[in-house]
């Protein structure tokens, strides 16, 4: 309600005993009438005369024979002073909600403030209530709290009820607030200070009353914010929304609140990040598994991965990249060390998920060449391009990532050993001298080799390899544990099928690209030993190929750590295949 002191020092005077000063004078108006009609300085003049009069009264010991009387009297005038106090305050309240404002009003009443502090600049010697100073630029500093509290608490009071309703709300809320301080404010700069004398801070005490009033708000909404959105709300608002150079609708606006103290304080900062770090935890980890439930539903709709730019790609590894992202970013838009906490909560989750991903996946049905070669580019992707952005601060993926990747990359190749395994069994037998049965063999790896196309290097090449490596490994493991034994001529037209398929085995490799070249002579130089018409021969073959082949199941024999694979194969045993008997060849 609207302060109304003029009726309230009106009625006073016409019941004081000596208010017939204070009554309407030869120009018709009262004292009161005349702070009705906001003719502050004239009303305040007419006060400081009667004022004047009645001290001089005092002075010459007027009341000695009726002390009540200047009592009574100088009560009437301060209830008058009081009513102009109260109309300064009306103005005050009055001038950010009307749409037009008196510049004149707010000029006179500067004047009559400062008049004020010049009738009354110290406390009397004899304590007299009437002459003590009234303070009038203090009451109009807390006016202009009052003001800007009562426009602070009337932003958003459609939504304020429902605000712990959504983060929607609460945006809707602290938007409104915003548009407030942005009317008011630049109110305050374009009209209201110019109207008043330079020795008032209006600019300063509107700002720093706006300040308060909306820390106040604020610290009311963070007591009712509820779950990680509204929490996020309320902290990006504080942040960034209220200190942006364009608060105020123009650029390079910001509002300059370094003598202030913090829109919010410290303590209760922090404790909204650490509220918000808990709900931010729990909604990650729901995220992910969200994730797992949407590969999920693709491994039930067999729903093979997409190629992109040439390899296999998988909806997860977007969806992990875009949920790192968008959390991180937007806790880096409120502190860097709540980015950091972020960045660390993000990598937490995720080296849970990615075993938990993994041993959901390889349980399916959905398991293939397609889905294992796009979750190792997955993997790839996610070392590789977070620990780019990222550097030093979640390396605890490296571990769960390499572990994954090894394990699709072991049953990627499972896949094609049980696919090419009945048929090995074809090999040096007496039919395989006939027939070209190591043609499905390479049948088989040409295809698996067109998805290894579509696998990121150098993992693509490092499996190759791998395939090379247990082709060679398994077609001489036939060999050397033949089902059936040859002699004779059929021992030399086996050595001789042995280099045919040894030179279809180099030939398709090299041409899908491997460069396992060191394998080349490994079916040759047992074709040989196969071959050899004179067993005194033999020992040396088997030198060249014990110097030759350390341990084929390494994909590099050059590794100085490799264990001697061929040595552990008897000599005498190595020399029986010269003989066509049966070899003990370990197991690998």
Not at 382 to 397: D, Y
Not at 481 to 507: C, L, T, W, Y
Request: with cysteine; proline share 5%; net charge negative.
């Amino acid at each position: 309600m609207p302060e109304e002191p003029s009726r309230v020092t009106d009625g006073v005077s016409r019941e004081a005993s000596t208010g017939e000063d204070l009554e309407p004078q030869a120009e018709g108006k009262s004292v009161a009438d005349l702070i009705t009609e906001r003719q502050l300085l004239e009303a305040f003049e007419r006060l400081r005369r009667l004022e004047t009069k009645l001290v001089e009264e005092k002075a010459s010991r007027t009341f000695e024979q009726d002390p009540t009387a200047y009592a009574r009297r100088a009560m009437d005038l301060c209830l008058h002073y009081d009513g102009l106090a109260a109309e300064i305050s009306a103005i005050v309240r009055e001038t950010l909600g009307s749409d037009s404002m008196d510049s004149a009003t707010l000029a006179e009443l500067a004047h009559v403030v400062r008049a004020e502090e010049e009738a009354h600049p110290a406390l009397p010697d004899d304590g007299d209530f009437l002459t003590t100073p009234r303070h009038w630029r203090q009451h109009w500093e807390d006016a202009v709290r009052r003001s800007a509290q009562e426009r602070v608490q009337k932003a958003g009071a459609g939504v304020t009820s429902r605000a712990a309703e959504g983060a929607s709300d609460l945006a809707q809320l602290l938007a409104e607030l915003k548009g407030v301080l942005r009317h008011d404010l630049n109110k305050v700069r374009l009209e209201v200070q110019p109207a008043y004398d330079t020795d008032f801070p209006v600019w300063e005490i509107y700002l720093s009353a706006f300040h308060s009033a909306v820390a106040q708000r604020l610290q009311e909404l963070a007591r009712d914010a509820r779950g990680c959105e509204q929490l996020y709300v309320l902290l990006y608002w504080a942040a960034n929304v209220y200190g942006s150079p364009d608060l105020l609708g123009a650029p390079n606006q910001a509002l300059h609140t370094e003598p202030l103290p913090p829109l919010l304080e410290p303590a209760l900062w922090a404790q909204l990040e650490s509220d918000y770090i808990s709900f931010l935890e729990t909604k990650i980890t729901s995220c992910f598994d969200s994730i797992l439930e949407l590969e999920q539903n693709h491994w039930l709709d067999a729903e093979d991965p997409e190629v992109l730019q040439g390899l296999y790609r998988a909806s997860v590894s977007i969806d992990v990249h875009m949920l790192v992202a968008q959390h991180v970013k937007a806790a880096g838009a409120i502190s860097a060390e709540l980015e950091a906490t972020t960045l660390q909560i993000c990598a937490r989750a995720l080296s849970l998920f990615v075993p938990r991903f993994e041993k959901a996946f390889l349980e399916s049905e959905a398991v293939n060449e397609c889905y294992l070669g796009a979750y190792i580019n997955t993997c790839v992707e996610l070392r590789t391009s977070l620990l780019a952005r990222f550097p030093g601060t979640i390396k605890e993926l490296e571990k769960p990532l390499a572990a994954a990747t090894r394990s699709f990359q072991k049953h990627l190749l499972q896949i094609l050993q049980h696919a090419m395994q009945p048929l090995f069994k074809v090999l040096y037998t007496k039919s395989w001298l006939t027939q070209d049965t190591l043609q499905p063999v390479m049948d088989k790896v040409v295809d698996f080799a067109h998805h290894l196309k579509h696998v990121t290097l150098p993992l693509s090449q490092e499996t190759l390899h791998e395939v090379h490596r247990v082709v060679v490994r398994e077609y001489l493991g036939q060999v050397l544990r033949p089902h059936e034994r040859f002699r004779g001529q059929q021992r030399v037209n086996a050595a001789h099928k042995m280099s045919q398929d040894a030179q279809a085995i180099s030939s398709t490799f090299q041409g899908l690209g491997s460069e396992a070249s060191w394998l080349d002579r490994a079916i040759p130089c047992v074709a040989e030993i196969l071959g050899e018409t004179y067993k005194d021969y033999i020992p040396r073959h088997l030198e060249t190929l014990i110097r030759s082949y350390p341990d084929i199941r390494f994909a590099d024999a050059s590794s100085p750590s490799v264990t001697t694979y061929w040595q552990s194969w008897r000599c005498a045993d190595l020399a029986a295949v010269g003989t066509g008997a049966s070899c003990n060849v370990p197991r690998t």
